[in-house]
């Protein structure tokens, strides 16, 4: 397996039938936990930062040549739009010097509403997946991911009665 592939497909995560997606933003799930104990806040904005440009790399690599633009095994991009959704939870660990998995709920909501995003496509996600190029298909997980981090701290405040 070359490079390309194992970044792409996450070391073969992205080969896990069905719903390689889903799979993908799973895995990104407990990597992002080491991630925030490992280094907090910083490490993980600099996993998310060097990881676009690998998955940008990596995609362009495996589907040069191709006509489909997005094939179900890259699943890189959703772990970069995972991490991205789970940033609120990461910042306010590291902010308040807490664990992060005290934070469970957010995690759970995290999850789905990233989903939930990936999914249905919606507004700036859809531009970005009909982009139909290798920047497309990272940045519309990471719009997803911006979208979900958003109504994660949307109910955050609303559940601590900031809102």
Do not use: C
Request: glycine share 10%.
């Amino acid at each position: 397996m070359n490079l390309a592939r194992v970044i792409g497909t996450v070391m073969g995560v992205g080969y896990i039938k069905p719903a390689p997606g889903t799979w993908g933003s799973f895995v990104a799930l407990p990597w992002a936990w080491l991630l925030h104990v490992l280094g907090g806040l910083p490490l993980l904005v600099l996993a998310i930062v060097a990881g676009f440009f690998k998955g940008w790399w990596a995609t362009a690599k495996m589907t040069a040549g191709s006509t489909d633009h997005d094939p179900s095994e890259i699943v890189v991009d959703e772990v970069i739009g995972q991490w991205i959704a789970l940033l609120p939870l990461s910042y306010a660990a590291w902010k308040m010097e807490i664990s992060i998995l005290a934070m469970w709920p957010g995690w759970i909501a995290a999850f789905l509403l990233f989903r939930f995003f990936d999914i249905t496509k919606l507004g700036p996600v859809g531009w970005a997946d009909r982009m139909n190029t290798s920047l497309g298909v990272m940045l519309d997980d990471v719009i997803a991911g911006l979208f979900a981090a958003i109504v994660v701290m949307i109910l955050a405040a609303l559940y601590h009665g900031v809102l």
